[in-house]
């Protein structure tokens, strides 16, 4: 998906694009784990829609739970959900950063090619 060390560095709309592109997978994923979690939350905690949207939302942004848990199966489900929340927010900071860290790291590669001719 990136060029290699030996290849020129991507143009501005190359780069703006894969931007884009990471910006749509980690959205899409977000929506995934937003929809496992209202699910969840829905038919397990037995929560109702907009209270499942609630929780699942505060857990996913690091805020914690909103909702008292009564049931075993719903607070093991709102455990097992927390540290899928905590995987997926750094797959998608993984996602998002990685073009840019990418650019920066070809650039200064560059850069010392130019250095030692």
Request: charged share 15%; proline share 3%; glycine share 8%.
């Amino acid at each position: 998906m990136f060029e290699r060390k030996h290849e020129k560095l991507a143009p501005v709309s190359v780069f703006i694009r894969r931007i884009a592109l990471s910006l749509i997978t980690a959205g899409v994923l977000v929506l995934a784990a937003l929809f496992i979690g209202i699910a969840g939350y829905h038919w397990i905690a037995g929560l109702e829609w907009v209270d499942a949207l609630l929780d699942t939302s505060m857990i996913l942004g690091g805020m914690g739970p909103v909702s008292q848990l009564t049931s075993q199966s719903a607070k093991v489900f709102a455990a097992g959900y927390a540290l899928f929340s905590g995987l997926i927010f750094i797959a998608v900071m993984g996602i998002v950063f990685s073009p840019i860290v990418h650019r920066m790291l070809h650039k200064f590669h560059i850069d010392d090619m130019d250095l030692e001719k």
